[in-house]
């Protein structure tokens, strides 16, 4: 388990993307138009992307196991919305797509299963070869 998100898979994944890019990225942006689902107070906060890469108008989503399988630690939880936390995962995760789609945002998913993981999910972290996967897939990604 890592020890803050700047030792999470995510981060380690983005990071070796910038590094085949060459370009930097915001990590967590959000953007003024993506937003959740109303609260209580009818407030929708901006739901943030994993990262986004400017210069090739990129957001890059790195999808941990619960993004695809259930961890009924992660999901267990209702939220605002009235649904279990994998439910909304879910939501969110297609909500973010397609609003990309919208506005005309190249959108690349990396999951964890693209790459060599442990049973848990957890990437096993071989630069070297996670670093060439990542790189066929930004080599057949379409840009938009």
Not at 13 to 32: M, P, S
């Given at each position: 388990m890592p020890k803050t998100?700047?030792?999470s898979d995510?981060?380690?994944v983005i990071d070796l993307i910038k590094d085949i890019l060459g370009l930097e990225y915001e990590w967590q942006k959000k953007f003024d138009t993506l937003r959740g689902d109303p609260?209580?107070?009818g407030h929708m906060k901006k739901l943030p992307v994993d990262a986004y890469f400017l210069q090739r108008n990129l957001i890059v989503e790195y999808r941990e196991k619960q993004h695809s399988q259930s961890v009924n630690i992660m999901n267990r939880r209702m939220t605002i919305s009235g649904v279990n936390r994998g439910d909304q995962r879910k939501i969110y995760d297609m909500r973010k797509e397609l609003w990309?789609?919208?506005n005309n945002i190249n959108f690349l998913v990396i999951n964890f299963s693209d790459l060599v993981h442990k049973k848990?999910?957890?990437l096993y972290r071989n630069k070297e070869k996670d670093r060439e996967i990542i790189s066929d897939f930004i080599n057949r990604f379409e840009w938009r």
């Amino acid at each position: 388990m890592p020890k803050t998100r700047f030792d999470s898979d995510e981060k380690y994944v983005i990071d070796l993307i910038k590094d085949i890019l060459g370009l930097e990225y915001e990590w967590q942006k959000k953007f003024d138009t993506l937003r959740g689902d109303p609260g209580k107070k009818g407030h929708m906060k901006k739901l943030p992307v994993d990262a986004y890469f400017l210069q090739r108008n990129l957001i890059v989503e790195y999808r941990e196991k619960q993004h695809s399988q259930s961890v009924n630690i992660m999901n267990r939880r209702m939220t605002i919305s009235g649904v279990n936390r994998g439910d909304q995962r879910k939501i969110y995760d297609m909500r973010k797509e397609l609003w990309a789609k919208e506005n005309n945002i190249n959108f690349l998913v990396i999951n964890f299963s693209d790459l060599v993981h442990k049973k848990s999910g957890r990437l096993y972290r071989n630069k070297e070869k996670d670093r060439e996967i990542i790189s066929d897939f930004i080599n057949r990604f379409e840009w938009r």
